[in-house]
DNA sequence: AACGTGTGTAAGTAATAACTAACATAACCT
DNA sequence: AGGTTATGTTAGTTATTACTTACACACGTT
């Protein structure tokens, strides 16, 4: 791995531990395996560094291509496989999402857009879901956004919870189970 | 208001704000208006000014006594009074909740206990008035206290999005629209 | 061999932050 | 009146941190 990944990847990981404030840029260096200096002579100051921390990492999200993949499924096993794939996305994110989570109050208009484009994208994918299977005449009307706010809302809660906030009422195993209730509350709210 | 309890307010305010590392003595000294040493004198350093603005604001949710105000009422209006109270009791305490989410990593243990306060009494309040509700057979059977946090986590989520990353699509004046929506979901995916 | 590029080491600067020392003032209590 | 208490003012100290300067080493290319 280059000089850079390196940084960007220490960067990323006391990022998350320690939050901006939190994590110096001699820390970050020593991480890295490398001087101070040379991480100035990759990114011009700390907060670009952070910047690039946070772009590196802006995906484009996962679900958007999920709707023709699920085109052939049942409702339930169509919200199960958008509920799972929601969830394996956050927890694969989970450093950078841990990061926005905290920092987005007190760091600028990146952050901001990125979180947008995140949150927002699934939001609509999953609302023109909902909207398609009106018309099919498989749910009930109901507010679109409204229901996808109200779906990814339990989930995300759910993910908060297990992961940073550390109610581990329910373990990591249970998931399935977690996934099968809510959505059956869902489905049976819609339907 | 006396003194200590003048820079308790504004700690409170400041750290919410900026964080721990990012609100300074002086500004909350100022913003008090009085001065840096004062502070000092009241509280031996910043750490413990910290503790003790979290602990003077760890209080038990009005939710507790919440259900046999209820045990009148529908299952719709039930839930809807629960959803309308614990929106209300998050948005009461937002700049603590706030606290909460960003610095939860640094202060484990005297957040944890704060944050436990508030969110598992109400999922035990709540999933208590579904096994209730179980018993009078008026709602399917579901795991209570899986459903509580299905219940919960939508608002949450809700609240989270709307003060904490502006996702501002819903204005405030429509909570209303948002909780009956939400709850006449979870009321057709549980009866 | 000469040169550019990427890196390291060592030392340092400037700003800021938590926290302190010393002394003054004003209010209140006995 | 005298003493205690809570506060202010001013000017520190000490530690940390983002960022810099200056120089040297190693490597590959020409």
Redesign the pocket.
């Known amino acids: 791995m280059?000089?850079?990944d390196k940084i960007l990847e220490s960067g990323l990981k006391l990022f998350s531990k320690k939050g901006y404030?939190g994590?110096?840029?001699?820390?970050i260096a020593k991480d890295a395996?490398?001087?101070?200096?040379?991480l100035?002579?990759?990114f011009?100051?700390?907060?670009k560094l952070f910047e690039a921390v946070i772009n590196i990492h802006s995906f484009l999200p996962a679900l958007k291509g999920l709707l023709p993949e699920i085109a052939g499924f049942s409702y339930e096993e169509g919200l199960k496989v958008i509920a799972k794939r929601f969830l394996d996305s956050l927890a694969e994110r989970k450093d950078l999402v841990r990061i926005m989570h905290s920092e987005i109050h007190r760091y600028n208009e990146k952050i901001h857009k990125i979180y947008h484009s995140i949150i927002n994208e699934t939001l609509k994918t999953l609302a023109s879901y909902f909207a398609d299977m009106q018309k099919k005449g498989t749910v009930r009307n109901f507010d679109t956004e409204l229901g996808a706010r109200a779906f990814l809302g339990m989930f995300f809660s759910y993910f908060d919870a297990e992961n940073f906030m550390m109610l581990r009422k329910y373990k990591r195993t249970d998931t399935d189970t977690v996934i099968k209730e809510f959505v059956a509350i869902f489905i049976k709210g819609t339907v």
């Not at 395996?33 to 040379?38: H, K, N, P, R, S």
């Not at 011009?44 to 907060?47: A, D, G, I, N």
């Open positions: 280059n000089t850079k404030l994590a110096t840029t001699r820390e395996g490398i001087a101070e200096i040379t100035f002579r990759h011009p100051s700390k907060e």
